[in-house]
Structure formats: C-alpha cells, structure tokens
C-alpha cells in the first residue's frame, strides 16, 4: 500500500528571509499541513484496526498466510471436561481437546471451515472411570465419517475403557464436514 500524504504541495522555501511575505502562502501550507495530517491519521486508524499485532490477538478473517516459515507457532487446548449426553464439538475451540465422559455420548463435529480448506482436529478422550463409556462421531449435517484403519485399527464401537486412559483420534475434512476422516492414533495411560 502506498500513503496518498502528499508533501508536494508545502512550500519549504516559505516564508522568504528578509522580505515582505503575503499571509496567503501561510494560510495555504497550514491547509495542506493540515491536509496532510487528516490523511495520516486515516491511514494510521486503518493500520492500527487491520494490521497484525504482537500484542494482542489477531483474526485473519479467512486471509491467507502464505509463504512463511514457521518457528515456535502452537496449536491451543481446551479442556472441556467431563459430559454424558451428545454434544458439539466445535472445531472454533481449538485443534486438541479433551473431553471425560460420564455416560455414553455421541460427539458431533462442527464449525468446519468452507470446502476446499483443509482443517484437522485431535480429541483426547477418556471414562470417568466409573464404567467403561461407548462414543458415536456424527457430523452437524449428517455428512459421512470415515474411519481409517492404518496405524491401529479404529475400535468399534468406539468404547473408552473404565481405566481412563486417553483413547485419541485424529479427525480431519476438506469438504467442509460432508465427509470427516477419522483416525484412531491409540490408547494413552
């Protein structure tokens, strides 16, 4: 982005030493200071709401990032402690959560991003081991989930043992959550 502050209109050389000089030319570099000034502080407001900070959070709102090497960049976590009934899992919560159950539960994926953007998320999850609890995964619109059988084959059904060890699946889409890849990465104590 260039800056529209234009300097060109400012005479430097005014007032002239040593002579008489017309008030005119004072008033018209105080109005093209001024100008200048007002687009300055256009154009920094826009800065200060639209650039990226490193002091506060930032919302890209769907821009690309592209290019960039990364170094120390962090994924969140969110424990949602412990549930027994169906619930939402919202991808907007961050790519690692955790979730203890107290009964047996469905677990529905949503708030994927649009097709053909590629999102992932990593549920760890346990029994609160007061018995051993049975999960279904579902999609908010009823699209399909596959399972993968690489690694360990995917558990069915899907039970948490009584132990509560941390069962952990990795869940990923591409077509906004019409189908969701699920991979059962294994059992954690």
């Given at each position: 982005m260039?800056?529209?502050?234009?300097?060109?209109?400012?005479?430097?050389?005014?007032?002239?030493?040593?002579?008489?000089?017309?008030?005119?030319?004072?008033r018209d570099n105080f109005t093209n200071i001024k100008t200048g000034l007002n687009t300055a502080k256009s154009e920094i407001?826009?800065?200060?709401t639209t650039a990226a900070k490193l002091n506060t959070d930032n919302n890209f709102n769907g821009?690309?990032?592209?290019?960039?090497?990364?170094?120390?960049?962090?994924?969140?976590?969110?424990?949602?402690?412990?549930?027994?009934?169906?619930?939402?899992?919202?991808?907007?919560?961050g790519p690692l959560?955790?979730?203890?159950?107290?009964?047996?539960?469905?677990?529905?994926f949503t708030n994927w991003p649009a097709?053909?953007?590629?999102?992932?998320?990593r549920l760890h999850l346990k029994s609160d081991t007061v018995s051993a609890r049975t999960v279904v995964f579902s999609t908010e619109a009823?699209?399909?989930i596959l399972k993968s059988g690489d690694g360990a084959a995917f558990p069915?059904?899907?039970?948490?043992?009584?132990?509560?060890?941390?069962?952990?699946?990795?869940a990923w889409t591409?077509?906004?959550?019409?189908?969701?890849?699920?991979k059962y990465l294994g059992e954690f104590t």
């Open positions: 260039t800056s529209a502050i234009t300097t060109t209109n400012i005479d430097g050389a005014f007032p002239i030493a040593g002579q008489d000089n017309n008030s005119q030319g004072f407001t826009t800065l200060q821009n690309m990032i592209e290019n960039a090497e990364m170094n120390q960049v962090y994924g969140s976590v969110r424990n949602n402690g412990t549930i027994s009934t169906t619930t939402s899992i919202d991808l907007e919560n959560q955790i979730y203890t159950l107290a009964g047996n539960a469905t677990l529905q097709s053909d953007l590629y999102a992932r998320i009823g699209g399909a069915s059904p899907f039970t948490l043992n009584i132990n509560g060890a941390f069962r952990v699946v990795e591409y077509n906004a959550g019409t189908t969701v890849y699920l």
